[in-house]
């Protein structure tokens, strides 16, 4: 019998978070962004899914672009990092890809690269993140030498916010924008998921919701999209395999972090940092024990956790345990992890199946 952990993939809350997202930018074209594996869902198992209602997929990885086309995914695929050496340009041409371009020497590597036809490009903006792209005062030549290169056929603007899901919100970038292209007329797309959701002054011809495709918030905080409608869409599910009945300062896991302090049940779980679970994780984090929310107790090793199942007393081995999911968010579990919940289901492990839900 197989270890009792999986990930259940939701497709039918792939489906409604991608209408959420036209409900909230609905003159809009839509780059479904599935990167990092689809955010840790498996891109072989969702594009179907989000390519019935997205425009194109955008993603960073040559490879999965040309896993979306092989498997038959004829729209646009755009490369948000662009590409990394002169030679990515044969894989771009000949599966006709969009890339990103963010400074000049792979302006001047597509144009002296051989290709079966132009391309489509998107020219970068630095805008204060300070990743990649040109500065304000370099976007104006670089346009000027990207729309006279004859392998390069439609240009759209791009940048990307760095405070969209903070209360500084996206005046100081936007207003650098419009300064950097105020002699340059082209398409943009600027949006990620948080400025799709909260900025819609941001939303031009494109925009690029990631996270939320997935049903987490931007910000890290569920309750900022509580109201929205969107759905998770993974719930990683397990099961009680040990039970253990503690007295007073009997001691748990390792570096004895935890010490009960009288008559206690606890439950071990299938699952660990080697799933992709937070390591990190401190006692008291959220878990959904046969349909009631108790907490984590000691540290989380390499392949099993444990639980205080006080709340639970009716559980017993084989008792079904949500990690996170439809019961239990995502991002409420990263909050008490001191992390986002982008971390933890980008960290899913490739040993854990998934299983999908249509």
């Keep these: 019998m197989p270890r009792p952990i999986?990930?259940?993939?939701?497709?039918?809350?792939?489906?409604?978070?991608?209408?959420?997202?036209?409900?909230?930018?609905?003159?809009?074209?839509?780059?479904?962004?599935?990167?990092?594996?689809?955010?840790?869902?498996?891109?072989?198992?969702?594009?179907?899914?989000?390519?019935?209602?997205?425009?194109?997929?955008?993603?960073?990885?040559?490879?999965?672009?040309?896993?979306?086309?092989?498997?038959?995914?004829?729209?646009?695929?755009?490369?948000?990092?662009?590409?990394?050496?002169?030679?990515?340009?044969?894989?771009?041409?000949?599966?006709?890809?969009?890339?990103?371009?963010?400074s000049d020497w792979q302006l001047q590597a597509i144009a002296e690269a051989r290709l079966q036809a132009p391309l489509d490009v998107y020219l970068k903006l630095n805008s204060g993140m300070n990743r990649l792209g040109f500065a304000p005062e370099q976007l104006h030549s670089a346009w000027l030498t990207?729309?006279?290169?004859?392998?390069?056929?439609?240009?759209?603007?791009?940048?990307?916010?760095?405070?969209?899901?903070?209360?500084?919100?996206?005046?100081?970038?936007?207003?650098?924008?419009?300064?950097?292209?105020?002699?340059?007329?082209?398409?943009?797309?600027?949006?990620?998921?948080?400025?799709?959701?909260?900025?819609?002054?941001?939303?031009?011809?494109?925009?690029?919701?990631?996270?939320?495709?997935?049903?987490?918030?931007?910000?890290?905080?569920?309750?900022d999209i509580a109201a929205t409608g969107l759905q998770p869409a993974m719930t990683l599910s397990s099961k009680i395999i040990g039970i253990q009945q503690l007295q007073a300062g009997d001691r748990v896991g390792y570096g004895w972090r935890y010490a009960a302090g009288g008559a206690q049940r606890i439950g071990v779980v299938a699952c660990g940092y080697a799933d992709g679970y937070p390591r990190h994780a401190p006692t008291g984090t959220p878990v959904w024990v046969d349909g009631v929310l108790t907490h984590t107790v000691g540290s989380v090793s390499m392949d099993m956790m444990t639980v205080d199942l006080t709340p639970c007393p009716q559980a017993t081995i084989g008792t079904d345990v949500e990690l996170w999911g439809r019961h239990l968010h995502v991002d409420d579990v990263a909050a008490a992890a001191g992390t986002l919940g982008y971390e933890l289901l980008t960290a899913l492990a490739a040993r854990v199946p998934i299983v999908v839900e249509e």
Aim: aromatic letters at 8%; hydrophobic letters at 45%; a negative charge.
């Design 6 to 102: 999986t990930a259940t993939l939701h497709l039918a809350a792939l489906t409604n978070n991608l209408q959420v997202v036209r409900r909230f930018a609905p003159s809009a074209k839509i780059w479904a962004v599935v990167k990092a594996n689809a955010y840790g869902h498996g891109l072989q198992h969702v594009w179907r899914s989000l390519g019935e209602n997205s425009d194109g997929f955008a993603l960073l990885d040559l490879a999965e672009a040309v896993l979306l086309r092989e498997s038959g995914w004829q729209g646009p695929i755009l490369l948000l990092e662009g590409f990394f050496q002169p030679a990515d340009l044969m894989l771009i041409d000949r599966y006709r890809l969009t890339t990103a371009v963010n």
């Design 146 to 223: 990207a729309k006279e290169l004859r392998n390069i056929s439609s240009i759209t603007l791009m940048s990307h916010f760095a405070t969209a899901d903070g209360a500084e919100g996206v005046t100081e970038q936007m207003a650098v924008i419009e300064r950097a292209t105020a002699a340059i007329d082209l398409p943009r797309c600027l949006a990620n998921s948080a400025a799709t959701l909260w900025h819609p002054q941001t939303q031009g011809e494109w925009v690029r919701p990631g996270v939320i495709l997935y049903g987490a918030s931007p910000s890290g905080n569920w309750q």
